[in-house]
């Protein structure tokens, strides 16, 4: 069978994975199985081995796929006229996708081996964080460093998520979403342009996300501007 012929939809590969996906979601990870995966899919677990190694490979593979629907989710969302609203479509895209995918959501959010980097689909979702906070940057109304307000943005979503999902889904206090949604807003961004306030830090922000389109200056010297202005920014 030709590389194709396992990677097309309806393939083996696909088969596996989407066999993966569906008892993730009835019983969580306990209820994976290279012998369940198998009689689902309706492959042998030599296939399995042969194409993922291991069931950590297997899960590691789901976990992927499940980052890739999140994204293609995400970017289906247009960019409006206020980023930071774009940035609150987005959080609330997050936890909608956590609470109807806990198993996948916890797969993908809630555990890493130590040591090992995230999968590629993670990194390129971080990436689509940070361009929703470049965005405010570049509008003038971000009141920290864009590093820091995409981690935070990233902790606090994510956690939140989790907490939820620990909830009874009778009971579960979705209004939690909002407040931390908001606490972070309030702490990352203001309310008008940073450059109409006094005060260096906003000022070096609204800068710093300018830089990239910035051509009177070396290559050099945009970074060593970015190392003084992310100084200022961190006080």
């Known amino acids: 069978m030709s590389v194709d012929e396992v990677t097309a939809e309806g393939g083996p590969r696909a ?36 194409l993922f190694g291991d069931k950590q490979g297997l899960l590691d593979a789901a ?9 293609s989710d995400k970017k289906e969302l247009e960019p409006t006229d ?7 479509a987005g959080w609330d895209l997050h936890l909608g996708f956590g609470l109807a995918n806990p198993a996948l959501y916890r797969l993908m959010f809630g555990r890493r081996r130590a040591g090992t980097a995230p999968p590629p689909a993670a ?26 307000a995409a981690q935070l ?37 203001t309310d008008a342009p940073t450059a109409e306030a006094p005060g260096p830090v906003g000022a070096a922000v609204a800068l710093r ?20 202005l992310d100084r200022i920014a961190r006080t």
């Open 15 to 50: 088969r596996i994975l989407a066999a993966t996906t569906a008892l993730l979601a009835e019983g969580g990870e306990e209820a994976v199985s290279t012998r369940a995966v198998g009689a689902a899919a309706g492959v042998q677990a030599p296939t399995i081995y042969r």
């Open 82 to 88: 206020d980023p930071v609203a774009d940035l609150r």
């Open 153 to 189: 943005v990233h902790a606090a979503g994510g956690g939140t998520t989790l907490t939820l999902l620990d909830q009874d889904p009778q009971r579960r206090d979705l209004g939690l979403s909002v407040l931390a949604r908001e606490a972070v807003v309030a702490a990352i961004t």
């Open 123 to 148: 990194v390129a979702g971080f990436e689509v964080l940070a361009g929703h906070i470049r965005r405010i940057a570049e509008a003038g109304r971000l009141k920290v460093t864009e590093e820091r």
């Open 63 to 71: 976990a992927a796929e499940g980052f890739a629907a999140y994204l």
């Open 209 to 228: 996300a300018a830089l990239p389109g910035t051509t009177a200056l070396t290559g050099a010297e945009q970074t060593l501007l970015r190392e003084w």
